[in-house]
């Protein structure tokens, strides 16, 4: 007869393979294999990926919390991460774990369901890392592959951790801090490939993406977003510029394996001060196509050639099948800082099609989508422009969601203006790179702008009293998009209509990515709130005067579920 | 113009600062050191980068840290360092004052000294320091009367500016004996009387340039050095006085001089420096302000002319703005440098030395001294922050 312990031990067993634990043990890791990597989109359960799949859509098909109960929600648990410095992170869950990383001071495994500590890793940073970055200690991620946790470090080294037991793998050194390269992305992992991009285009880098090998850190692909003497585009330097030229890949790309292409968003060439660069300055403020394999480019766009606004085109590139001007497309959707949706074909790179989404002022787009800007908004030197959409951006860095089932992508808005203008400057080690300066006289707003991308039409904004500049959406089967506000509030509203249906109140602002997943049978939406990042830092008094007073910083972990 | 002698200088000293914050010392009832012993460590005010006095780099700690070390090593405490911008002399009354540490050290222990900062108090001395002549290589004579006409380099606004005026000499006149040094390689000037410890670095330490210090001195240019610190803690003062009588019979404190080059300044006329040890009575008022002379001397270390806020405009830029915000306007994460509690000189220290654990760096490496006094000015002539929103 068996006795009581090994009744109790199996029916534990049981448990744990039906998925309804009651505890999660590190040790249970589930590898992420190729095959779930390549697969994630359909996988509702986890989110493994931090666009949630290769394709970055951040569309959940998890449709138990719908508009009709949506207002049932309610905090499982909540914890404090102990920290006040600014969290921009996407949290990634595979099979109820879930590995949130905590601006470049430590990345800890939570068990979703208890909210219990798994591990901890504290990640250990040279005190002086936050002189050469433009933000803070912010941090958008680890990522995942196979039995490790991958973290790109502000002093530009590579972590691989044991996501069993927290332990550090291996570790590799990047680049120079010092010189302002940085990593703030959460890397993109395709078929044992850890790919990173620097930050530091306020800094005079020049924009580097790197392949490593995911078992040995070894580089396996280096390219450069800005040519070199010899290079094609290196005549679009003037004046000996591309030496210190920006164009920093700072996000996380996005893949598609059937052209097996990584999509990648360069930023602002450096200087601001576009009179020191005379050109185009290919290949800053472009989407790139890289090969997967090689790293070589197989196209680009350049929306906006000579940047004199600081308007990157850094952002997230998402891979749709959608029908485009009635025909079925394999397409590439991106937001720009200039206030439109751009379309291209995934192959080809050919633009197909624009949208506003943001209030501008500048002028407009050509039919082959280039800029028409009025003489009188763009700066220069001894020469002040207003301007709409600011240096923020119509989009800033925080990321859109796409629902493939009504078409529409649900894009974090900002409304806000700048006067700029140019000055000379010297590149000086260790501080910024800039020739420019500004101030944002009003308040900035935003809200989030719903746009049909098969009727390539705006269906309708909910407006806000402070700008979605760092908080990223999430799309529902059930007919929701759930987001944070710099105020702190959780809200969900109603994909048809953009009408509030539920929200709640974080301790801190939101500027992070907001996710779904699904563990012990429920569906959960999870959060972490701390207020920080580029917008208190830079927008002066851009920052609505209610979120100065009543914003306190201190990061917090919010996971939701119904009851 | 960073030395401590600003201080006894024939101009009023300025202590506004020092009279708001004045209030009755009340009696110990535990003693200082025995709080100290408790706390394990006494704190020590150093400029974080001025040689032979101090150097946060601790390569060489210099002459006042390494005494500091050996005295509290006898005392059996360890030492905190409290790293300042301490080229101006009342910055050392202000730090011990706001009790930023317990000593500040290289202070004259000289009546008009302590008339003026009535809450202080200085040990005996750890060496006789003042304003000694220093002579280029080809300077033809030792006395000072033959450069009258010919003029004499004096770091500026410190007592032999004054002295030297009142007796009739040319006076040339520059910013810190550094510059005076670079003045005699240029030969621009032959002779000056300038702080002999820094005179005495030079000669030591730039051996190439055959600098000559002289011993001798007139007397009122002598003053015997030593610990400054709270007048309320004279049993704090007395073991300091023990250990310093212990360090000088073993030979310690002379190996600390000749590793400095310091030069033990004699009068000329044979007789020993006056020596103000007798705790001097607290008086009810404190000094009167002078405040056009504390214009003219802030001015002087940090000038606000059109060049240099428009270059500290464009340095804040550089350096500040990403986290302070533009026009030092902050979004909430970032103290509001606006809102800083100090003045010119307190802002200089921290962004000198930083606060590298809460996120502030140090610039000491990637600005140079003037370069932050420039971006110091900018920051305090930024209108107040409750003028942020109003209508434009």
């Known amino acids: ?102 601006s470049h001071e430590r990345i800890d495994a939570i068990d979703v369901t208890t909210g219990k500590r798994l591990w901890r890793h504290d990640i250990k940073i040279p005190n002086d890392a936050t002189q050469f970055t433009c933000c803070g200690k912010v941090t958008r991620g680890a990522s995942l592959y196979g039995d490790k946790v991958y973290f ?26 010092k010189a302002g390269y940085t990593l703030t992305m959460a890397p993109t992992i395709v078929k044992g490939k850890v790919m990173v991009g620097f930050s530091g285009g306020e800094f005079g880098i020049v924009g580097q993406i790197l392949a490593l090998d995911s078992e040995t850190g070894n580089e396996v692909w280096k390219h450069r977003t800005i040519p070199q003497p010899g290079e094609p585009g290196y005549d679009t330097w003037g004046k000996d510029s591309a030496k210190y030229g920006g164009g920093a890949a700072w996000l996380t790309a996005s893949y598609d394996p059937e052209t097996n292409l990584t999509f990648w968003g360069t930023g602002n060439p450096a200087p601001w001060n576009s009179d020191m660069r005379p050109g185009d300055n290919l290949y800053s403020n472009s989407i790139i196509a ?82 028409v800007v009025k003489p009188d908004k763009r700066p220069g030197v001894g020469k002040k422009a207003y301007f709409c959409p600011s240096y923020f951006g119509g989009k800033g860095w925080a990321h859109m969601a796409y629902n493939p089932d009504n078409s529409t992508v649900f894009i974090p808005m900002t409304d806000m203006c700048v006067t700029l203008h140019h000055e000379e400057t010297t590149y000086k080690k260790g501080t910024m790179y800039l020739g420019a300066g500004g101030e944002i006289k009003e308040p900035g707003k935003g809200g989030v702008t719903a746009v049909d991308v098969s009727a390539n039409k705006v269906k309708w904004t909910w407006k806000h009293n402070s700008p979605l500049q760092s908080s990223s959406a999430v799309s529902t089967a059930g007919g929701l998009v759930f987001i944070g506000t710099f105020e702190g509030e959780m809200l969900a509203l109603d994909q048809d209509t953009g009408e509030k249906l539920w929200s709640h109140m974080n301790p801190s602002g939101i500027n992070a990515g907001t996710i779904s997943f699904s563990a012990g049978g429920k569906q959960h939406i999870a959060v972490v709130s701390g207020y920080g990042g580029a917008f208190p830092l830079w927008a002066g008094t851009g920052v609505p005067p209610h979120i100065k007073d009543n914003v306190n910083p201190g990061a917090t972990l919010t996971v939701y579920a119904l009851d | 113009m960073r030395n401590l002698f600003n201080i006894v200088s024939a101009i009023a000293v300025s202590l506004i600062a020092l009279a708001a914050e004045s209030h009755a010392a009340a009696p110990n009832a535990v003693s200082t050191l025995e709080k100290l012993r408790a706390y394990g460590k006494i704190t020590l005010c150093a400029d974080r980068d001025l040689l032979p006095h101090s150097s946060s780099k601790m390569d060489p700690p210099g002459f006042d840290v390494e005494v500091a070390q050996e005295v509290a090593k006898r005392l059996e405490l360890g030492i905190d360092y409290k790293w300042v911008a301490a080229f101006k002399g009342y910055r050392a009354i202000r730090n011990l004052y706001s009790n930023d540490c317990d000593i500040f050290m290289g202070l004259p222990n000289d009546e008009e000294f302590l008339e003026e900062a009535r809450r ?160 001097v009575e607290t008086k009810v008022a404190e000094a009167k302000p002078d405040t056009d002379s504390e214009k003219t001397a802030l001015e002087a270390d940090f000038p606000s002319d059109a060049k240099s806020l428009d270059e500290g405009r464009k340095l804040y830029k550089q350096a500040c703005y990403k986290c302070h915000g533009p026009k030092g306007v902050s979004g909430g994460t970032r103290p509001d440098v606006r809102k800083f509690k100090g003045d010119h000189y307190d802002m200089f220290a921290v962004v000198q030395a930083g606060r590298l654990d809460y996120g502030m760096p140090a610039f000491a490496e990637y600005l140079t001294e003037d370069e932050i006094k420039q971006i110091v000015v900018y920051i305090k002539q930024l209108p107040p922050p409750e003028d942020d929103y109003k209508k434009h």
């Open chain 1, 152 to 177: 790109a470090t502000l002093d530009s080294r590579l972590l691989a951790i044991d996501a069993k037991d927290g332990k550090l793998a291996w570790e590799k050194t990047l680049a120079d801090y």
């Open chain 2, 120 to 279: 202080l108090d200085v040990t005996d001395a750890y060496y006789t320091g003042g304003f000694a002549v220093l002579l280029s290589k080809d300077a033809p004579s030792f006395d000072l009367e033959d450069y009258k006409t010919k003029g004499v380099a004096v770091d500026i606004m410190t007592v032999p500016d004054f002295r030297l005026h009142e007796r009739g000499f040319e006076r040339k006149l520059y910013y810190g004996v550094e510059k005076v040094i670079e003045a005699m390689k240029a030969g621009e000037v032959q002779a000056g009387l300038v702080p002999a410890l820094e005179a005495g670095w030079a000669a030591h330490t730039k051996t190439d340039l055959g600098l000559r210090v002289l011993d001798r001195t007139e007397k009122q240019y002598i003053y015997p050095m030593g610990f400054g610190l709270r007048k309320s803690e004279q049993d704090l003062k007395a073991a300091i006085n023990d250990v310093l009588r212990n360090l000088e019979e073993s030979g310690r404190l002379s190996e600390l001089r000749r590793k400095y080059g310091v030069v033990e300044l004699l009068p000329e006329d044979g007789t020993p420096p006056k020596v103000a040890n007798q705790p």
């Open chain 1, 1 to 102: 007869m068996k006795s009581r312990w090994a009744l109790l031990a199996s029916a534990g067993t049981a448990a744990l393979a039906a998925g309804f634990a009651g505890q999660v043990l590190a040790a249970d890791w589930t590898p992420v294999t190729d095959e779930r990597l390549l697969s994630a989109e359909k996988n509702a359960d986890d989110w493994l990926i931090y666009g949630r799949s290769y394709s970055a859509l951040r569309h959940s098909p998890l449709d138990q919390i719908n508009k009709s109960n949506v207002k049932n929600l309610k905090v499982k648990f909540q914890q404090a991460l102990g920290t006040i410095e600014g969290q921009e992170v996407t949290p990634v869950v595979n099979n109820g774990i879930m590995i949130v990383a905590v």
């Open chain 1, 290 to 371: 890289l090969d997967a394999d090689t790293g070589k480019q197989k196209w680009y766009f350049q929306h906006v050639p000579n940047d004199a606004w600081d308007w990157d085109s850094m952002n997230e590139a998402l891979l749709i099948n959608a029908k485009i001007g009635g025909k079925d497309t394999k397409a590439v959707i991106q937001a720009h800082k200039n206030g439109f949706l751009y379309t291209f074909d995934r192959a080809s790179g050919k633009c197909l099609q624009t949208v506003a989404f943001a209030p501008y002022d500048w002028g407009n787009l050509d039919e082959n989508c280039n800029m």
